[in-house]
C-alpha cells in the first residue's frame, strides 16, 4: 500500500505562483507513472501532469509552459510548481501514483485558489 499525502496549496492572486508536494509514505515498490490532477467544484477530475519512470514528462495544454512536474526520489516526494496562476487553475489538486499491475493510489487533495 502507498499513502499519499498533499500539501502547498493556499490562496494566491492572478499570476502568482505555489509548489505543491506530494509525500509518498508506505510500501512504495515500482511506480509505472507518478501524476497531478485537479478538480474544480462542479467539474469531473481532470488530468494535468505526468511524470514516468525514466523522467519523461507530459501536460494538459491548459497548464503546458505554466506548470512543472517532477520527482526527489530520495524524498518519495512529487512536486508540480504552479507559475502565471490563472482564475480557472482554482480546484483541489490530487496526486496519484500507478503501478505497473494497474494499482492506483490517490491523496487526499490540496486546495488551490486563485483570486484577486
Known amino acids: 500500500q502507498v499513502h499519499l499525502v498533499e500539501s502547498g496549496g493556499g490562496l494566491v492572486q492572478p499570476g502568482g505562483s505555489l509548489r505543491l508536494s506530494c509525500a509518498a509514505f508506505g510500501s512504495i515498490g515500482i511506480i509505472y507513472a507518478r501524476a497531478w490532477y485537479r478538480q474544480a467544484p462542479g467539474k469531473q477530475r481532470e488530468w494535468v501532469a505526468t511524470i514516468d519512470s525514466d523522467g519523461a514528462t507530459t501536460y494538459a495544454d491548459s497548464v503546458k509552459g505554466r506548470f512543472t512536474i517532477s520527482r526527489d526520489s530520495a524524498k518519495n516526494t512529487l512536486y508540480l510548481a504552479l507559475n502565471n496562476l490563472k482564475p480557472e487553475d482554482t480546484a483541489a489538486y490530487y496526486c496519484?501514483?500507478?503501478?505497473?499491475?494497474?494499482?492506483?493510489?490517490w491523496g487526499q487533495g490540496t486546495q488551490v485558489t486563485v483570486s484577486s
Open positions: 496519484n501514483y500507478k503501478r505497473p499491475t494497474g494499482a492506483d493510489y
